[in-house]
Antibody, heavy 122, light 106 residues
Framework: QVTLRESGPALVKPTQTLTLTCTFSGFSLTTTAMCVSWVRQPPGKALEWLALIDRDDDKYYNTSLKTRLTISKDTSRNQVVLKMTNMDPVDTATYFC??????????????WGKGTTVTVSS | SYELTQPPSVSVSPGQTATIPCSGDKLGDRYACWYQQKPGQSPLLVMYRDTKRPSGIPERFSGSNSGNTATLTISGTQALDEADYYCQAWDGSTVEFGGGTKLTVL
């Protein structure tokens, strides 16, 4: 059974750096085409993709946010970490991690975590 | 950056067919997938590689993708299909989501 669980602070102050951890089980990031993505969703708004990391440690970022994002993985611990710098109240959202598959022009997220809600406020 | 456009809302009567379009420049040249999201829940993959249903997704869900438009079709729509639906594509370096379509079954 594939599961993913997001963890991190529920509240961060403006200008701080957010660090979120995705802990997964039931699959390995060493498998062909396997990746992990981070997606966020502000209250009442649409999904927004943030970043993806693949088994070769290649990293892909949302163009608009890439200067603020860093994604990394610890394969031995089955964890993917997302850091977002200079947090602002507009970054208040539920943050999801998801198992993703990537192959040529095909990529999709087939298993999602429950999400973690992050509020940015002083 | 690549953009995907969806209508904000679609309404359908129970038992009828719902079609949700997703448009993007030459979208047919890449694969589209679709997610269903109900209030308070995580997104659920309902279609990938344009036309493939994940295990457990009912046969009434189907997909197509050609030209500039991908379409999610729900045949015999049921009340439990009421949800937000998002299309998504990958351009080789970034993931893009559509803005989402609220499907109302009434």
């Amino acid at each position: 059974q594939v599961t993913l669980r997001e963890s991190g602070p529920a509240l961060v102050k403006p200008t701080q750096t957010l660090t979120l951890t995705c802990t997964f089980s039931g699959f390995s990031l060493t498998t062909t085409a396997m990746c992990v993505s981070w997606v966020r969703q502000p209250p009442g708004k649409a999904l927004e993709w943030l970043a993806l990391i693949d088994r070769d440690d290649d990293k892909y970022y949302n163009t608009s946010l890439k200067t603020r994002l860093t994604i990394s993985k610890d394969t031995s611990r089955n964890q993917v970490v997302l850091k977002m710098t200079n947090m602002d109240p507009v970054d208040t959202a539920t943050y999801f991690c998801a198992r993703a598959s990537k192959d040529g022009y095909n990529s999709y997220m087939d298993v999602w975590g429950k999400g973690t809600t992050v509020t940015v406020s002083s | 950056s690549y953009e995907l456009t969806q209508p904000p809302s679609v309404s359908v009567s129970p038992g009828q067919t719902a079609t949700i379009p997703c448009s993007g420049d030459k979208l047919g040249d890449r694969y589209a997938c679709w997610y269903q999201q109900k209030p308070g829940q995580s997104p659920l993959l309902v279609m990938y590689r344009d036309t493939k249903r994940p295990s457990g997704i009912p046969e009434r869900f189907s997909g197509s993708n050609s030209g500039n438009t991908a379409t999610l079709t729900i045949s015999g729509t049921q009340a439990l299909d009421e949800a937000d639906y998002y299309c998504q594509a990958w351009d080789g370096s970034t993931v893009e989501f559509g803005g989402g379509t609220k499907l109302t079954v009434l």
